[in-house]
């Protein structure tokens, strides 16, 4: 119906205009476009650098002095909370939802239980993937091209894929 149309069209033109958003070369009027636009929890401190994709950013919050880096993909839909003084390195992507492969319509899953939180003073290196339903301790390292599937204990380093521990801070 004309309806489905006009809904599916205004959903993807609201992802256009996020991606959109990213690409402004002004890291105040970006900053303030997510924070009154895309209703992002960003604090005066905090900085999302170039490229950045958000997905529902109402879901989003970002902490004090938090330095999200060039490129990096947020899927907030089942909502993320970034700590304070975290530091993302380029290209890093957290998903908050998945698909059912054993469902016959490979069906998206999702709840309150995929949500990401990273504590404070985490750093995570250029290429990390975190996936749904992790918790990042505070101070943890999480190395370059990393897959983070399982939670992370406060002070760990990790790396590998899946990211397993290799050392502590």
């Keep these: 119906s004309l309806k489905i149309f006009i809904l599916k069209y205004l959903a993807g033109f609201n992802r256009y205009c996020d991606i959109q958003c990213g690409q402004i070369p002004s890291h105040d009027l970006r900053n303030f476009m997510y924070r009154k636009i895309w209703l992002v929890d960003l604090t005066p401190k905090s900085v999302i650098y170039w490229g950045a994709e958000i997905r529902a950013g109402y879901n989003l919050t970002i902490g004090q002095g938090t330095i999200i880096g060039d490129k990096s993909l947020l899927d907030a839909r089942s909502k993320i909370i970034i700590g304070e003084n975290v530091v993302f390195s380029s290209n890093v992507s957290i998903y908050t939802e998945d698909h059912d492969h054993r ?8 709840d309150k239980s995929y949500r990401v939180k990273i504590e404070d003073r985490v750093w995570i290196g250029p290429n990390v993937i975190i996936l749904h339903s992790v918790q990042i301790g505070e101070g943890a390292v999480v190395a370059a091209g990393s897959v ?22």
Excluded at 149 to 168: H, L, Y
């Design 103 to 110: 469902d016959p319509y490979f069906r998206g899953n999702c």
């Design 148 to 169: 983070v599937t399982k939670n992370i204990p406060p002070f760990s380093i990790v790396a590998g894929i899946p990211a397993k521990i290799i050392g502590q801070r």
